[in-house]
């Protein structure tokens, strides 16, 4: 089993900045293919951004590319979303996630096998 604990949301003014970071722990100390989603009230969970098992490769969502970078520290089991520039439409509770298997970068939901409980970002205008 692998477990994931996010922190770092809270509530920010618009164009300020966040960090939130994802801590993995579980069966084995191997990478995962890792992302992050979000979820506002009465919309879809969205794709944010994804990042391979190796970190080399990441991508992400139109609506937050060049504001938001995805990282990994491998050595603490823990991966962190930068997000600057910060709009109120980025309010939402963001989730990380965890695929085991692929490689990675991943970009759908459904391809994802665990997920963290989800941390509340709140942008005020």
């Known amino acids: 089993q692998v477990q994931l604990v996010e922190s770092g949301g809270g509530l920010v003014q618009a164009g300020g900045s966040l960090r939130l970071s994802c801590a993995v722990s579980g069966r084995t100390a191997r990478s995962y293919a890792m992302g992050w989603f979000r979820q506002a009230p009465g919309k879809e969970r969205e794709f944010v951004a994804a990042?391979?098992?190796?970190?080399?490769?990441?991508d992400y969502g139109d609506s937050v590319k060049g504001r938001f970078t995805f990282s990994r520290a491998n050595d603490r089991n823990t991966v962190y979303l930068v997000m600057n520039s910060l709009k109120a439409e980025d309010t939402a509770v963001y989730y990380c996630?965890?695929?085991?298997?692929?490689?990675?970068?991943?970009?759908?939901?459904?391809?994802?096998?665990?997920w963290g409980q989800g941390t509340q970002v709140t942008v005020s205008s």
């Open positions: 990042i391979s098992w190796t970190g080399a490769r990441t």
């Open positions: 996630a965890a695929n085991t298997i692929h490689l990675g970068p991943l970009y759908y939901p459904d391809e994802y096998e665990y």
